[in-house]
């Protein structure tokens, strides 16, 4: 059987991207999921337009809520042709009555347990509506299938090492969608950093860990570090602020090639993080912990969220400069963004708050899908937008990557100059991001948000596991 994975995309900014920087994992592991008897081709639709015609047995689509209009017009193409479509990921795994008004087939939760099902069902031409996978274990997962990503990629070596979030910040769905906290054998992960070579030298090298908390157990890191330990990687990942509490991992660190960490920061204000459950972090302790990471040479990307309900347009706006003054090397900035399946959704719901003409294009984590609680929705827009001018203005920017280059590694400094300059270059030709258009024809309008959702896990199964989660 053919099978054609497409993972659906929606440029955030005016222009998209001049450079393919990472691809998410999840196309390549589905496809190495898929058994040998089957033909796999795969379809970043960051990279390429989705080809739709007829030369396929089954199209299967994976996106989130921000893409969500795209993948259904995709859906649809193929459709007309007679090609049956299936989607996974979190969008559907939440909104999955609505996402069978539009494919064939839904997968809810994670793929691993019922993948290979449901292309039997496919193949017999008896596709089940829904397909609930449970959460599995890690050990014996395949690499991923490299060898299928476009050559476009700036830093294709991406893989994911482990599992969940221990911990439940009010915005956040991973603790429901990957519940628990799941780690893969290190000798596993190690095979992944290692068997599969690409052309170029900085592709060999630069390795990306899709984890949400790569961390989290300490005995499992430590072994991993160690086996990281000489094999010439330059490596980045998420990680919760307390890995600066322990000098031990973070010499392991320094030693195995780490470059760069991400730290979901989201705000500069204790109470922002007391409101949505992000207990583990202090605002007073940041500019501590990331010195002590650039003491390793290590680069700190940070998260910062606008639209908290303490903030004010102005304190959004002065944020680009308070980063800059704590020595973040690379700012992610988003905006507050409800998704179903968080507490924060309920909240906003359960206050009228959440504005049912926005439709899914609002749900990117750039624009605004809610009403804030001291400013309209278009000034926290507005706000968000001055903030990430600001923050990305030829000053900061080239200050940053010479303060990188004056203290970091190598491989920080490489990467702090390289992503700084992906958005330096957006922000010099007015390449900023993007207003979602609303009133477009065929507008997938936001559902009822009072109709009954399908959940994936209970509220009662969401608790928080030992250690810490950056976002």
């Not at 479509?85 to 539009?102: D, F, I, R």
């Not at 099902?117 to 996978?133: C, S």
């Not at 090639?257 to 989201?266: D, R, S, T, V, Y």
Request: glycine share 8%.
């Amino acid at each position: 059987m053919r099978v054609r994975i497409v993972v659906s995309y929606v440029p955030r900014y005016r222009r998209g991207h001049r450079w393919d920087f990472v691809p998410p994992v999840t196309g390549i592991h589905l496809a190495a999921l898929t058994p040998r008897e089957h033909t796999v081709e795969l379809v970043h639709e960051q990279v390429r337009p989705v080809p739709v015609d007829s030369a396929t047995d089954l199209v299967a689509l994976s996106f989130f809520s921000g893409f969500a209009r795209q993948a259904y017009d995709t859906a649809a193409r193929f459709r007309a042709l007679g090609v049956p479509v299936v989607a996974g990921g979190p969008h559907v795994s939440y909104w999955t009555e609505e996402a069978l008004q539009h494919v064939d087939a839904v997968v809810v939760g994670e793929a691993e347990g019922v993948w290979p099902e449901l292309l039997r069902d496919a193949e017999r031409g008896a596709l089940k509506k829904v397909y609930r996978g449970e959460p599995p274990s890690l050990a014996g997962l395949p690499t991923p299938r490299y060898d299928l990503l476009e050559p476009s990629f700036l830093v294709p070596r991406v893989l994911q090492a482990t599992r969940g979030c221990p911990f439940t910040c009010r915005f956040c769905t991973v603790p429901d969608l990957n519940p628990g906290f799941r780690v893969r054998p290190v000798d596993e992960v190690l095979r992944d950093l290692t068997e599969t070579h690409f052309p170029h030298w900085w592709q060999e090298r630069v390795a990306w860990f899709w984890d949400d908390n790569l961390l989290v157990q300490r005995r499992w890191a430590r072994d991993l570090l160690d086996g990281m330990t000489g094999l010439g990687r330059w490596w980045l990942t998420q990680a919760s602020m307390d890995i600066v509490k322990d000098p031990d991992l973070l010499g392991r660190m320094e030693r195995s090639g780490c470059a760069g960490i991400f730290l979901g920061i989201e705000s500069l204000d204790d109470e922002d993080l007391k409101a949505v459950d992000k207990r583990q972090n202090r605002a007073s302790a940041y500019r501590d912990a990331i010195r002590a990471l650039h003491d390793r040479g290590i680069c700190v990307m940070a998260g910062f969220i606008s639209g908290f309900d303490d903030q004010t347009e102005d304190a959004v706006r002065r944020t680009a400069d308070r980063l800059q003054a704590l020595g973040v090397d690379v700012p992610f900035l988003s905006v507050l963004t409800p998704f179903r399946g968080t507490p924060l959704y309920d909240d906003l719901l359960r206050d009228e708050r959440i504005l049912k003409d926005r439709d899914w294009n609002h749900y990117n984590g750039y624009n605004v899908a809610f009403r804030p609680a001291k400013m309209t929705p278009d000034a926290l827009l507005g706000a968000h937008r001055a903030l990430w001018d600001r923050a990305f203005s030829a000053p900061l920017v080239l200050a940053r990557v010479a303060r990188a280059a004056r203290h970091l590694s190598p491989g920080g400094a490489l990467l702090s100059a390289t992503m700084n300059g992906f958005y330096g270059l957006k922000a010099l030709t007015g390449n900023t991001p993007a207003r979602a258009v609303e009133g477009l024809p065929g507008a997938i309008a936001h559902p009822d948000p009072h109709s009954t959702p399908t959940r994936l896990l209970q509220p009662s199964r969401r608790r928080p596991v030992a250690s810490a989660h950056p976002r």
